[in-house]
């Protein structure tokens, strides 16, 4: 009776012993599958990121190309906009030195006939200085002259330069002037837009 209860216990241990090996085994394949799938959704996830970027960027590139096609289109093909010149774009970057900015400003000519447009261009900077209202024209904030900032072109220039505002001056807008000055073939004229301030990239 002994050894009989005696090997019903050793071979009970031997079931127990081999359903826990069992369990310790099934418990590493569903470790290991968990481990799949977190990897196999932290690719997808990272491939559907990617594939946002990817959208994304291809979206900007886009805009980009139908802002340098609409661009060029009002250069070469003026009969669909209103003839004359005009300031196209005003673009503002901070440099690394504080209160130091770099301008530029796009002109572009819209004309069948086109003759060279001259003249030069003015800015001021509106904006708040103490809480009182202020206007900052380019040439008490800046080194550049006249001739610096003079244009004479057929289709479009780019005129650019630095400026520093004063420490305790608030920008809120951009007024640029492009002058035509008088000559014999061309009439005195002046060409206004005004942006807010903005800091570009």
């Avoid at 799949?36 to 959208?55: F, G, R, S």
């Avoid at 900015?101 to 800015?123: A, C, D, N, P, W």
């Avoid at 420490?167 to 206004?192: C, D, G, H, M």
């Amino acid at each position: 009776m002994g050894n009989y209860y005696h090997h019903f216990q050793v071979t009970n241990l031997e079931q127990q012993k081999l359903r826990l090996e069992q369990l310790y085994q099934q418990q590493e394949e569903n470790i290991a599958r968990i481990h799949t799938l977190e990897v196999e959704l932290t690719v997808e996830q990272l491939a559907n990121i990617k594939a946002q970027e990817l959208l994304k960027e291809a979206a900007e590139q886009k805009f980009e190309v139908k802002k340098q096609l609409a661009f060029y289109e009002k250069i070469m093909a003026p009969e669909k906009e209103a003839a004359g010149l005009f300031v196209e774009n005003v673009n503002i970057v901070a440099s690394k030195i504080p209160n130091q900015y770099h301008f530029q400003v796009t002109l572009v000519q819209q004309q069948l006939k086109r003759r060279y447009s001259k003249g030069y261009i003015e800015l001021v900077f509106e904006g708040q200085e103490s809480g009182k209202s202020v206007k900052l024209k380019l040439a008490d904030v800046t080194k550049l002259n006249k001739n610096d900032l003079k244009f004479s072109f057929q289709y479009f220039q780019i005129i650019n330069g630095e400026f520093t505002l004063p420490a305790n001056f608030t920008p809120e807008n951009v007024l640029v002037s492009a002058i035509l000055t008088k000559s014999r073939w061309q009439k005195y004229a002046k060409k206004e837009k005004s942006v807010s301030w903005q800091i570009n990239q």
